[in-house]
């Protein structure tokens, strides 16, 4: 059973603003990129579609609080960890650590924190309304809510 992730990557021209800065909204894309990712290393998905219809995890909630900016270049490593998790939800807490540049961990620091709360939905076949489900039985038997204090004490 996994109760976090971390994944690292740098940081693109594309995804930053006019003055070299990530863009605020891509932290967003960042925390459900590392989900997604999170997911793929259990073997699992966040989605499937077939004749019956289909199941995806539907977005709840999600914040995050930016500390120091990440720029064009640096490698960010994002921790995963599994805050919660019900029959039907998992809700995700992510640090973002710039590694800079050379991605190095010589200095190091927080540069945000988010949280998602993610929410099984299925859609029947036919129908136009999605409804919460039961998480698949392979991701409750491989997902599993962390210890507290897996993350460092947010600041």
């Known amino acids: 059973m996994a109760c976090e992730f971390k994944i690292r990557r740098r940081v693109e021209f594309a995804e930053t603003d006019m003055a070299g800065i990530l863009h605020f909204s891509n932290f967003f894309r960042f925390m459900e990129e590392a989900e997604h990712a999170f ?4 073997d699992l998905r966040v989605h499937a579609a077939g004749g019956a219809g289909m199941w995806g995890m539907a977005r709840a909630h999600a914040e995050c609080r930016y500390r120091r900016p990440l720029h ?3 490698v960010v490593e994002l921790h995963v ?5 019900t029959d039907k939800l998992i809700i995700y807490d992510v640090v973002f650590t710039n590694r800079g ?3 190095v961990d010589d200095g190091a620091h927080e540069s945000a ?3 998602m709360t993610a929410i099984c939905v299925a859609k029947p076949a036919g129908s136009d309304r999605m409804r919460a489900r039961l998480l698949p039985p392979e991701v409750a038997e491989r997902v599993e809510a962390a210890a507290p204090g897996v993350l460092p004490a947010d600041s």
């Open 39 to 42: 997911f793929r290393s259990l």
């Open 72 to 74: 064009y270049e640096d």
């Open 81 to 85: 960890v599994v805050r919660e998790m």
């Open 101 to 103: 540049r050379d991605d």
């Open 113 to 115: 924190r988010g949280s």
